[in-house]
């Protein structure tokens, strides 16, 4: 079965730090790219990261994450990391990955909340 399954939210104080994964399945994992989504409450998703290609493409990034998030892999794993620093509250969202081209069903998320 085609998946992806994110993992690694949670509740951090504003300015703190979480490590996202995202598990991918079914698939030849790195000879595609992936990307990163979130969704506020009462927002559209929005793209926050993208990785070209997992083995070893171009990565971009949003200007409202840049230079506090990073994407990282670990093709042994099927895996792809997003590390998140100085988290502010406006970063409260459900977070979701997908592969691309040719996205799979999406997952459930990863719920994080950056509250003190």
């Known amino acids: 079965q085609v998946r992806v399954v994110e993992s690694g939210g949670g509740l951090v104080q504003p300015g703190g730090s979480l490590r996202l994964s995202c598990a991918g399945s079914g698939f030849t994992f790195n000879t595609y790219g992936m990307r990163w989504y979130r969704q506020a409450p009462g927002k559209e998703r929005e793209l926050i990261v993208s990785i070209s290609r997992v083995g070893g493409g171009s990565i971009n990034y949003a200007d409202s994450v840049k230079g506090r998030f990073t994407i990282s892999v670990d093709n042994a794993k099927n895996t792809v990391f997003l590390q998140m620093n100085s988290l502010k509250p406006e970063d409260t969202a459900v977070y979701y990955c997908?592969?691309?081209?040719?996205?799979?069903?999406w997952g459930k998320g990863t719920l994080v909340t950056v509250s003190s």
């Open positions: 997908n592969r691309f081209p040719a996205p799979v069903n």
